[in-house]
């Protein structure tokens, strides 16, 4: 009898945790801004992206989700943990379609996901913010020369309960410009490195 007792209300205490995370989805397509391409005069990007979702957590961003387009092997229909601190990104999915499905730059995860964000409770407000760039990098710190990138202001969104019928998005996201760095801008920047090579050498 008594194992029953303590089963049953381990099981409660779990669904309490469980319905008492906070969740968020990726997904801009109710209202949420969208990715515009630099020389595009503010026309929404028309081309599949690959897209990044952050959150601040008191101390930095930390990834919830990548949407890759070199990434084909994406899991759908799932609660996916992301863990507090410098957790590693929690859930890779495949970004095809993440732009041209909706009809022009909004972001949208075709996985259908939900991101429980450990350590954060439902009605929660949080900070985040989303990366976007081309090319095949694995990640927006990696984008190569040549590439568009661009990263949004910081919104907020509050969090619903994982067992919420309808769960919180990232309507809040305002929309941002991808942008390909200036050869001259690049040039420059390197010019500084030499420079500062060579000063270090005199002295």
Known sequence: MKKIVLSTVAMAAMALT?????????????????????????????????????????????????????????????????????????????????????????????????YVINGEAAGAVVTFEVEAWTGTANSFATVAPGQFSGVSLPFTETLTSSASPINANIDNMPS??????????????GLGGLSLMLFRRRK
Do not use: H
Request: glycine share 16%.
């Open 176 to 189: 941002f410009t991808m942008t390909v760095p200036e050869p001259a801008t690049l040039a420059v920047a």
């Open 18 to 114: 469980s319905y008492g995370q906070g969740v968020i989805t990726f997904d801009a397509s109710e209202g949420g801004g969208g990715v515009i391409s630099q020389g595009t005069a503010g026309n929404l990007e028309q081309n599949d992206i690959n897209a990044s979702l952050l959150y601040f957590n008191g101390t930095q961003y930390v990834d919830i989700v990548d949407l890759l387009l070199s990434d084909t092997t994406a899991t759908s229909g799932e609660v996916v943990d992301v863990g507090t601190g410098d957790s590693p990104v929690s859930s890779t999915q495949d970004a095809s379609g993440d732009i041209t499905f909706n009809g022009g730059g909004i972001l949208y995860d075709n996985s259908g996901n939900d």
